[in-house]
């Protein structure tokens, strides 16, 4: 829970009340607009737009305050904020890339399992669209309970679970892992990914994301274990699977690792069927 003081507590209620006075303000401004039959209707939808993104943002700038200026700093990121506010105040577009990658490994209606699931939000936007059925799992009943709130779709269910333990003896085709095998230690993961082997049956993928390691120390306290090169986690996943591929994207605030482990065939794999590539 969070301890918040009596004036950080003010400080958030002051910003909130200007933000909604600023936006009352705007409205207004627009309902002008439209009183004023010289005004063209597109420009009156374009500055509703405009206006309405910069709300949007403003008060997901509060949320981003609030989660992670407050002790204790959540396990789990609300991706509302990259979406309304970080994307447009930083440019940031390395938290897209984990779902557009993620996608690519799915089997097209097949039964999915997410670990560590977080948020919901790419569990609803990037991957219940392909699959038939979800079954998305977090330790943190907070996230559980944001996910269900926020990022609820017909094809999913959360659960609240500890994967070290708590893994469904089930077959699924695939296995998503993403932003969270670095929260755990090396034993740890070797028990999960022994454990994900035999749900996936030899014959579906694992995919996910994490992040290298910095030279200053971790980028989060509860991270057990960040990989320091793309050939560490290799060498991690090998261990259970067949077939690996590591890949990274670098930038300016954030190296990340992409990783495909299975026993069968990988994205972009000479036999992967979603791909024709000619060389000379």
């Not at 829970?1 to 909604?20: F, G, H, N, P």
């Not at 910095?214 to 090998?238: A, I, N, P, R, Y």
């Amino acid at each position: 829970m969070k301890r918040i003081s009596e004036d950080k507590a003010a400080d958030l209620a002051r910003d909130i009340r200007t933000l909604l006075k600023v936006h009352a303000e705007a409205m207004g401004g627009i309902e002008e607009m439209l009183d004023r039959p010289s005004v063209p209707i597109a420009e009156a939808v374009a500055e509703l737009a405009a206006m309405s993104r910069g709300f949007a943002a403003n008060c997901h700038d509060v949320k981003f305050r609030y989660d992670w200026s407050i002790p204790p700093a959540p396990e789990w990121f609300d991706h509302f904020i990259d979406a309304y506010l970080l994307l447009r105040r930083d440019r940031n577009t390395f938290w897209m890339e984990r779902g557009v990658y993620g996608v690519l490994a799915l089997s097209r209606g097949g039964r999915v399992l997410e670990l560590c699931c977080g948020d919901g939000y790419y569990t609803r936007n990037f991957y219940a669209p392909f699959a038939g059925s979800i079954v998305a799992l977090d330790f943190d009943p907070d996230a559980i309970a944001h996910a269900r709130r926020y990022n609820a779709a017909p094809n999913v269910e959360f659960r609240n679970a500890d994967i070290r333990k708590d893994i469904p003896k089930e077959t699924f085709d695939n296995v998503v892992w993403d932003a969270a095998i670095e929260h755990f230690t090396p034993d740890e993961m070797d028990g999960i990914l022994k454990t994900v082997s035999s749900c996936l049956d030899g014959k579906g993928c694992l995919s996910g994301y994490t992040i290298v390691a910095m030279d200053s120390g971790k980028h989060l306290d509860q991270h057990e274990h960040e990989f320091t090169s793309m050939g560490e986690l290799v060498d991690c996943l090998f261990t259970h699977f067949r077939n690996v591929k590591v890949f990274e994207t670098v930038h300016p605030a954030r190296h990340n690792l992409y990783f495909y482990a299975s026993d069968t065939v990988l994205p972009f794999d000479g036999h992967w069927p979603h791909v024709v590539e000619k060389r000379r």
